[in-house]
């Protein structure tokens, strides 16, 4: 099997979620909170999109393995080949019908992200990515900004579950870059990275499945991703930082400093 059937197959079960997606988006349905956390949410639409996508992933590759983020993970070997699902990246955004919300679909190997895909059914973005092809919106080719200077810079960071550290990286860059934006999607705020809408992305206390397509995509794009500590980014990765590449040190060096 090719890398561009994964793709294909990728791209097609996004697009199948995308029609669940649309149908509920604002409206959604079964509404709960995971494990009694209110700023964890979880509805009906997302379990039903992850099976979906669970469904056409089991019909073409069979021994693969799938980690989603609502369902229980597959027993993971070295050299497996795994599929990480997000059904909706955002679901406070979804719920609320905030258009900041979007489907991700990744393949690993054993050397990192192979194939990705992250769509927003709302705002009808599609981005697609394979290892050492290149990344694109749409069809077309996409690139990184320029920006070379943090004071210059528009970022985004992350504000999920988290509050206390989520405050702390606010506190460390708000001052430091020209704007702060939180879009509360972290695939997303990646995905914006790549297109040059946005310089940087920072967050802490994230899941594989919150970027683990995201990420191959921006690094197509000639960004640079790793945790906050400057760490290659690993199926372990709980804190991410995503750049254009020119401001990655930069960020790296103010997120650690004690203030």
């Known amino acids: 099997m090719t890398n561009q059937q994964y793709l294909k197959v990728a791209t097609a079960a ?44 089991r019909k073409y590759f069979p021994t693969h393995k799938i980690i989603g ?24 955004n979804y719920i609320y019908g905030i258009p900041f919300c979007c489907i ?13 895909v992250v769509y927003s059914p709302i705002l009808d973005k599609f981005y697609s990515a394979v290892r050492g092809q290149g990344a694109k919106l749409n069809g077309k080719k996409i690139r990184v900004s320029k920006t070379n200077k943090l004071i210059k810079a528009m970022g985004t960071i992350g504000w999920g579950k988290e509050m206390v550290e989520a405050k702390m ?32 992305f920072a967050s802490n ?8 397509a995201a990420v191959l ?6 960004g ?20 254009n590449g020119k401001l990655h040190n930069q960020l790296l060096n103010k997120l650690k400093s004690p203030a």
């Open 104 to 116: 991700s679909i990744a393949l690993w190997d054993k050397n990192g992200p192979l194939v990705a």
């Open 205 to 212: 206390r994230e899941n594989i499945w919150d970027f683990a």
């Open 14 to 57: 996004a697009n199948a979620g995308g029609k669940i997606f649309k149908q509920y988006f604002g409206k959604a349905i079964g509404i709960e909170a995971k494990n009694q956390n209110p700023n964890d949410l979880v509805t009906d639409v997302d379990k039903n999109i992850e099976k979906l996508i669970r469904s056409q992933i």
């Open 69 to 92: 983020e609502e369902f229980k993970a597959d027993k993971i070997n070295k050299n497996d080949l795994i599929w990480i699902i997000d059904p909706i990246d955002g679901t406070t």
């Open 224 to 243: 640079k991703v790793t945790d906050l500590n400057g760490k290659n980014i690993s199926l372990k990765t709980d804190s991410i930082i995503a750049s």
């Open 169 to 200: 990286i606010f506190s460390k860059l708000v001052m430091r870059c020209f704007k702060l934006r939180v879009f509360a999607t972290g695939a997303w705020q990646i995905c914006m990275t790549a297109s040059s809408n946005v310089d940087f």
């Open 217 to 222: 995509i921006v690094k197509e794009a000639g």
